[in-house]
Structures are given as structure tokens and as C-alpha cells.
């Protein structure tokens, strides 16, 4: 059934293969899924002054995002996937043409892949984003901007500086090459990982949250990086909690 469903998926994406292979796809796309999801917590940050049910949930329940705060966060990550990643997109299109194959990966497959890419990218986050903790040149170079917000909430998610941006991102877009991910598969983990970076920065620990359901501790989540954000010297990993815990540097309270 999955498999018959992965293959109707792709075969309608490939009816739109002149747009997946456009040098505006990976940037819309991008840009698209990120404020999809920040959609519904903009909303709230919006909603929680006025509505107790919602402050509940917030991490920091005193903090209180100003819609000029919103604002200047929104325009600044716009403003990067202008004037920086889209070039880069079509570079990477001229030197690179988009290859789609007839066949959709098997479920498997693309669980398999999934996990790799996600496991990947977490390690490379947690060893960029220590670096950049711990050589003090590094910081205020490039992620100080980052921190600018002790408080996490959901447009703060991309309010990096160019070299954060394109660190990551370039991690994001290679992993899937490196492991040999079919298109389809590369498509869904980049819709997986902007959707757990933003779940990461949105300020709120709900019961569905994922690392409520993710057992035994292994996933950080919302709590996780919010108190990387406001302790400041702990808890690199962007998503899981293993390497954190073999370094030392995990604080869950």
C-alpha cells in the first residue's frame, strides 16, 4: 500500500518535472515549507498575551514576542534566500541538472534514508554548532546573531548570519548525494528537517511535542534547545540527545 502510494505521489510530481527542475524550485521550496510551518506558531505567539490556555504552554512562559520582533526575523530570512541561496540555486542547477528516475524508492528505502540523512546532519550540526561555541572568534564571527534571542520562538529559527545559513543549509543539500538518496527521498527530508529546526525553535512544549514521543530520552526537542538558547553553553545537538550525552555537554533543566 505505501509503495503504491510513494509511486502515485512521484508519478504526479514527475508531471510537474519542468518546475522541479527549475533553479526557482529549491529556494521556493524552501522558503514555502519553512513558513508553512511557522504559520501556526505565529499564530500563537500572536494569541498567547491574550489567552492563558496557550501561555501554558510556552517554555518560558514571561516571554512575549512583539509583532515588530516577527517582523524584522521574517524580513532578515527572506532577504538571505534572496540575496544569498537562490544564486547559489542556480548555480548548483548549471553545474548540476535535476535527474528524475521513472520508479519511487520503496518505503523502506526511504525510511532507511530518512534516519541516515537525519542522523548525519545531527552530527554535523552538533560538531559545527560546539566549534562555534567554543572558539570565541567563531562566535562572535559568525553565530553570535543567532543568540541575539534568549527566549526561542518560531521566526527565530532562521535569523542566522550567511555563514550559519549556508553551513547548514549545505549540509542539508548534501547529505542526501553523499548517501545516495533517491529525489523523492531528498525532498522529504528536507521537508523533515525544517520541520523539526522549526519545531526546535518554537518556543512551546506540548503534549504531542516530538520528544514526548520519542521514548528513553533520545530526542531533545523544544525544551532541549531552548535551554541551549538560554544557558547558552550546553546542548549543541539539534535534534538528539546521544552526542551531547557522550561529550558532557547535555542539561535538561
Not at 548555480?91 to 534514508?113: F, G, N, Q, R
Not at 541516515?116 to 570565541?136: E, G, I, N, S, T
Not at 527521498?185 to 528536507?190: G, N, P, R, S
Not at 549543541?236 to 547535555?250: K, S
Request: charged share 15%; hydrophobic share 45%; glycine share 4%.
Amino acid at each position: 500500500m505505501f509503495a503504491l502510494l510513494l509511486q502515485s505521489v512521484w508519478d504526479w510530481l514527475l508531471t510537474h518535472d519542468a518546475s522541479l527542475s527549475s533553479p526557482f524550485f529549491p529556494v521556493l521550496f524552501s522558503l514555502g515549507t519553512y513558513l508553512l510551518f511557522c504559520l501556526p506558531y505565529v499564530a500563537l505567539d500572536l494569541l498567547s498575551p491574550h489567552v492563558e490556555l496557550i501561555r501554558r504552554y510556552k517554555i518560558q512562559q514571561r516571554s512575549h514576542v512583539p509583532w515588530e520582533v516577527m517582523w524584522s526575523c521574517l524580513v532578515h530570512s527572506l532577504y538571505t534566500h534572496v540575496m544569498f541561496i537562490f544564486p547559489l540555486t542556480v548555480l548548483h542547477w548549471y553545474w548540476k541538472k535535476v535527474s528524475l528516475p521513472a520508479e519511487a524508492p520503496h518505503p523502506l528505502k526511504v525510511a532507511h534514508d530518512l534516519l541516515a540523512c537525519l542522523l548525519l546532519f545531527d552530527f554535523q550540526y552538533f560538531v559545527w554548532h560546539m566549534l562555534h561555541h567554543k572558539v570565541p572568534w567563531l562566535y562572535r564571527t559568525f553565530h553570535k546573531v543567532h543568540h541575539k534571542y534568549t527566549s526561542t520562538f518560531v521566526l527565530s529559527t532562521e535569523y542566522s548570519g550567511v555563514w550559519e545559513t549556508l553551513s547548514l543549509g549545505f549540509f542539508a543539500a548534501i547529505n542526501p548525494l553523499l548517501l545516495g538518496c533517491h529525489p523523492l527521498t531528498e525532498l522529504l527530508f528536507f521537508v523533515l528537517n525544517i520541520g523539526l529546526s522549526v519545531e526546535d525553535h518554537c518556543g512551546y512544549d506540548f503534549p504531542w511535542a516530538i520528544h514526548r514521543l520519542v521514548p528513553f530520552g533520545l530526542f531533545g526537542g523544544a525544551t532541549h534547545h531552548d535551554l541551549h538558547h538560554l544557558k547558552f553553553k550546553s546542548n549543541y545537538a539539534p535534534y538528539f540527545t546521544h552526542w551531547d550525552r557522550l561529550f558532557g555537554t547535555l542539561h535538561e533543566d
